[in-house]
């Protein structure tokens, strides 16, 4: 499902980018994916997914619509 809908980004590719340890920030996981934040109403949700990376579960937030 598509979490980042101004970049057309599914949660796999968002995710598989958080997971890497080297990843820091939101902004890290747009750069791996080759793309730019634009409106930034996902940006909390890609957040979750680097914190959900760290402390070793799958839950995903909810997809944006
Ligand atoms: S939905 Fe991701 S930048 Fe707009």
């Known amino acids: 499902m598509y ?3 101004c970049n ?3 949660d796999r590719e968002l995710k598989a980018a958080a997971a890497d340890p080297s990843i820091k ?3 890290c ?3 791996r994916c080759d793309a ?3 409106c930034g ?3 909390p949700d ?3 997914m680097i914190a959900a ?3 070793g579960t799958d839950d995903l937030p909810a997809a944006a619509e």
């Open 3 to 5: 979490v980042c809908i």
């Open 8 to 10: 057309a980004l599914r």
């Open 25 to 27: 920030s939101a902004a």
């Open 29 to 31: 996981v747009f750069k």
């Open 36 to 38: 730019k934040p634009k």
């Open 41 to 43: 109403r996902c940006l």
């Open 46 to 48: 890609v957040a979750d």
């Open 53 to 55: 990376t760290r402390i």
